[in-house]
């Protein structure tokens, strides 16, 4: 199983960038999709998520109306557009995949991506 994050970087107050995680190993389509962040000194939080079933999302309070996730079960990737970044928003941001498979649940983690917000 390996799911690869890419996009991240530097990016200057209000700028975007696009977070794409690429998966392997095992059904994406079954597979609920997130996105989370660590800051230094902070706790891994929730960012946004999608569901496998119907592609409902939800969004931390703290990146609504700025970021969006998505998915393409074709090319089996899940998206992260993060609009408006602010310095707040530097962390590394990891892909997380809970795959429903044979009544259990099965869960992966990708190696992470910096995203650093800075002028």
């Known amino acids: 199983v390996q799911l690869v994050e890419s996009g991240g970087g530097l990016v200057q107050p209000g700028g975007s960038l696009r977070l794409s995680c690429v998966a392997s190993g095992f059904t994406f389509s079954s597979a609920a999709m997130s996105w989370h962040r660590q800051a230094p000194g902070k706790e891994r939080e929730l960012v946004a998520r999608?569901?496998?079933?119907?592609?409902?999302?939800n969004y931390a309070d703290s990146v609504k109306g700025r970021f969006t996730i998505s998915r393409d079960n074709a090319k089996n990737t899940v998206y992260l557009q993060m609009n408006s970044l602010d310095p707040e928003d530097t962390a590394v941001y990891y892909c997380?995949?809970?795959?429903?498979?044979?009544?259990?649940?099965?869960?992966?983690w990708g190696q992470g991506t910096q995203v650093t917000v800075s002028s």
């Open positions: 997380y995949a809970v795959e429903r498979k044979l009544l259990r649940n099965f869960y992966y």
């Open positions: 999608i569901t496998s079933s119907d592609d409902s999302t």
